[in-house]
């Protein structure tokens, strides 16, 4: 049985605990928050489990085997690394670190110690991002294009980081999941509009190899909720909208068709237009399939998808768009 302690019990935390007592082999062992309302929450759903404000005391009991930290992101570095010291594997909300450096000593600390990094990269595990990973490895698409998504609503303005920060994580860890090759530059702007020193919307654009070019739009300030991605391939199109109950993927066989032939003056494209048709996605709760791997991982030793490595790559883009986001969008290598 693995015991698990939850540091964090306001907007994810609940999740994670309800999810973690839904697996075999685990149990919640301790729940930890500052804010007495949310414990008395937590005591409310769960009379029998130890509640405290003390971090402390659950970083270092010999009692507990995984802590799952959900909390802000500047309080993540402190709190995993005196976890791991005190030989706790670590399941952490993303992002990872506030930092390039802090995600590289987390990780050099859990090699050391023999533990395991999860980052609580949630949408790897739904099967819309799984089906998708799918179809873009057997080549349906064919080489890609571009990726364009779009992540806006009327959100929340947090008071500690931009917008990137909070929302690009997301579409980061899911194009790094999906495209096998690895950005070359960015560049980033965006605008704060209340004055708070964090941008609330920002437009990212990444360059990759062989003309393949990445678009994300991150906005708190937009009067609808958009969640979409389209993924051009020379093969065909896919739509992804994450708001759909039905037909969540749709795949186009439509395009274009060049005549390379010709000369440049009299360059002839062809237009592709076919069937539309959309794959069945396995249903099911993705934090709760994230996880059931996470104990498998944890029973076997073998390193998650979603490990320290993967959550520090996250943190290098978000670092390398924050950067040219500060400087009026200036081109950044990787």
């Given at each position: 049985?693995?015991?698990f302690?939850?540091?964090?019990y306001?907007?994810w935390?609940?999740?994670i605990v309800r ?8 149990k ?5 928050d ?7 929450k937590?005591?409310?759903l769960y009379p029998?489990t130890?509640l405290t404000?003390?971090?402390?005391k ?9 802590v ?7 309080t993540?570095y402190?709190l995993?690394k005196?976890a791991l010291e005190?030989?706790?594997h670590i ?7 506030a930092?390039?450096?802090?995600a590289?000593e ?7 110690n023999k533990?395991?990094?999860m980052?609580?990269h949630?949408?790897l595990?739904?099967?819309a991002?799984?089906k ?8 349906t698409l064919?080489?890609?294009?571009y990726?364009?998504?779009t992540?806006i ?11 990137i920060?909070?929302?690009a994580p997301h579409?980061f860890?899911?194009i ?13 702007q ?5 004055g708070?020193g964090h941008?609330n919307l920002a437009?990212?654009?990444m ?7 990445v678009h994300?739009?991150v906005n708190w ?7 979409t991605?389209?993924?051009?391939g ?5 739509v992804w909208?994450?708001l759909e109950?039905?037909e ?6 439509k395009?274009?068709d060049?005549?390379k032939?010709e000369?440049i003056y009299?360059l002839k ?9 959309s794959?069945h996605?396995?249903?099911g709760?993705?934090?709760?399939k ?10 076997s030793?073998?390193?998650?998808i979603n490990d320290g490595h993967?959550?520090l790559k996250v943190v290098?883009?978000?670092e ?6 500060k400087n009026?969008?200036?081109l950044v290598k990787f």
């Amino acid at each position: 049985m693995l015991n698990f302690a939850v540091i964090g019990y306001g907007y994810w935390g609940p999740n994670i605990v309800r999810n973690v007592f839904a697996q075999k082999g685990a149990k919640v062992r301790a729940i930890c928050d500052i804010d007495p309302k949310s414990l008395q929450k937590a005591r409310d759903l769960y009379p029998h489990t130890p509640l405290t404000r003390d971090y402390k005391k659950i970083l270092k009991s010999n009692h507990i085997d995984v802590v799952a930290i959900v909390t802000p992101v500047s309080t993540h570095y402190a709190l995993a690394k005196m976890a791991l010291e005190h030989g706790k594997h670590i399941f952490i909300e993303k992002p990872f670190t506030a930092t390039l450096k802090e995600a590289e000593e987390l990780i050099k600390i859990a090699q050391k110690n023999k533990l395991l990094i999860m980052v609580d990269h949630t949408f790897l595990f739904t099967g819309a991002v799984q089906k998708i990973k799918e179809i873009i490895d057997d080549n349906t698409l064919g080489e890609l294009n571009y990726y364009d998504s779009t992540r806006i609503s009327l959100g929340i303005f947090q008071h500690d980081v931009s917008v990137i920060w909070d929302l690009a994580p997301h579409d980061f860890s899911i194009i790094n999941y999906v495209i096998k090759n690895k950005p070359l530059a960015l560049t980033a702007q965006g605008m704060d509009h209340v004055g708070r020193g964090h941008e609330n919307l920002a437009y990212i654009t990444m360059y990759y190899s062989r003309n393949l070019i990445v678009h994300v739009n991150v906005n708190w300030l937009s009067p609808v909720k958009v969640r979409t991605t389209m993924i051009c391939g020379k093969k065909k199109m896919l739509v992804w909208d994450d708001l759909e109950d039905d037909e969540r993927i749709k795949i186009y066989d439509k395009g274009i068709d060049v005549n390379k032939k010709e000369n440049i003056y009299k360059l002839k494209v062809d237009y592709r237009s076919g069937d539309m048709w959309s794959p069945h996605i396995e249903p099911g709760e993705a934090l709760n399939k994230e996880l059931r791997y996470f104990i498998q991982c944890l029973t076997s030793g073998k390193a998650p998808i979603n490990d320290g490595h993967s959550g520090l790559k996250v943190v290098h883009m978000l670092e390398k768009a924050e950067y040219s986001l500060k400087n009026k969008g200036k081109l950044v290598k990787f």
